[in-house]
Nanobody, 120 residues
C-alpha cells in the first residue's frame, strides 16, 4: 500500500526557515520523480518543486526559486523541502505527490499535507 507522510510544518516568522519531510512507502517510491505542491486558503493547488529519482534533476516554481531547495535521501525513502526567506505568501498546506514530472504535473498519490504558516 502506498503511503506518503509529510512532516515539519509549523508557524514561522517572515524571513525564517523550515524543512519539510515526506516519507514514502513502499521503497519503490525511490524509483519515481516526486514533487511538492501547496494549497493556500481559497486558492488552487500549485506546483512548488520536483526532483527526479536520483536527485540530480530538479525544478521549481518561479515564486520559490532561489529560496527553496528540494532533495531526497533514497536510503531513508524521504524527500525534503528546505524553505528559506519565507514570506507570508508561502502560507499553505504543503503536500508531496508522485509520480510527477519536472514540468510540475501532479501525481497519482498524495500525502495528508502539513501546514506552513508564515507570520509577518
Amino acid at each position: 500500500q502506498v503511503q506518503l507522510v509529510e512532516s515539519g510544518g509549523g508557524l514561522v516568522q517572515a524571513g525564517g526557515s523550515l524543512r519539510l519531510s515526506c516519507a514514502g512507502a513502499p521503497s519503490t517510491f525511490n524509483l519515481y520523480f516526486v514533487g511538492w505542491f501547496r494549497q493556500a486558503p481559497g486558492k488552487e493547488r500549485e506546483f512548488v518543486a520536483a526532483i527526479n529519482w536520483g536527485g540530480s534533476g530538479t525544478s521549481y516554481a518561479d515564486s520559490v526559486k532561489g529560496r527553496f531547495t528540494i532533495s531526497r535521501d533514497n536510503a531513508k525513502n524521504t524527500i525534503y523541502l528546505q524553505m528559506g526567506s519565507l514570506e507570508p505568501e508561502d502560507t499553505a498546506v504543503y503536500y508531496c505527490s508522485f509520480p510527477v514530472a519536472l514540468s510540475g504535473s501532479p501525481g497519482t498519490y498524495w500525502g495528508q499535507g502539513t501546514q506552513v504558516t508564515v507570520s509577518s
